[in-house]
T-cell receptor, first 114, second 114 residues
């Protein structure tokens, strides 16, 4: 079974631009979560989607948004980029319905904002 | 509110000596607990998980963890460190009321000296 894939792996943008990151979960996984990881703040939860609906949301400004498609693939968008948005963005998928199911992580997208 | 506390931000051991990474959690019931490892510039990989079966859980690469409810702890151990174990380790608890939310510790960076 293929793992979680994220594209692109690396991105360089300038302040004020917007960016879209993509995540394809493991086949059959319907829950997709996004995390931001920085050296200063560690791993922070952005949001979680299930069946095209956002069910959980972290404490991030409205510039951060996401969506999920009917095939469970997910995208996240960051508008009006700031220098502080430079981070590793991780996507994780899990099998919903079993209380013990763990999350499987993709390799991440490294975003650099100049 | 649920939380996870990793008691050491950095741990340094010599190759061949035991590893102990400490984790305490807060939860009013018997939670699902996980340990993940992250090598530099990589995604997170599941080491092991506790799901209310045996309290001593064996994972990959010789790691194991013991769930102690009375101490609300889930410490990660390995009898003999290898250079390839150098990485960052995260302790994670699954949401008590929201199974699709995961709470991450701040991480412990393990350094292995030759």
């Amino acid at each position: 079974k293929a793992g979680v894939t994220q594209t692109p792996r690396y991105l360089i943008k300038t302040r004020g631009q917007q960016v879209t990151l993509s995540c394809s979960p493991i086949s059959g996984h319907r829950s997709v979560s996004w995390y931001q990881q920085t050296p200063g703040q560690g791993l922070q939860f952005l949001f979680e989607y299930f069946s095209e609906t956002q069910r959980n949301k972290g404490n991030f400004p409205g510039r951060f948004s996401g969506r999920q498609f009917s095939n469970s693939r997910s995208e996240m968008n960051v508008s009006t980029l700031e220098l502080g948005d430079s981070a590793l963005y991780l996507c994780a998928s899990s099998l919903v319905g079993t209380g013990a199911a763990e999350q499987f992580f993709g390799p991440g997208t490294r975003l650099t904002v100049l | 509110a649920q939380s996870v506390t990793q008691l050491d931000s950095h741990v340094s051991v010599s190759e061949g000596t035991p590893v102990l990474l400490r984790c305490n959690y807060s939860s009013s019931y018997s939670p699902s607990l996980f340990w993940y490892v992250q090598h530099p510039n990589k995604g997170l990989q599941l080491l092991l998980k506790y799901t209310s079966a045996a309290t001593l859980v064996k994972g990959i690469n010789g790691f194991e963890a013991e769930f102690k409810k009375s101490e609300t702890s889930f410490h990660l151990t390995k009898p003999s460190a290898h250079m390839s174990d150098a990485a960052e380790y995260f302790c994670v608890v699954r949401g008590e009321y929201n199974f699709n939310k995961f709470y991450f510790g701040s991480g412990t960076k393990l350094n292995v000296k030759p």
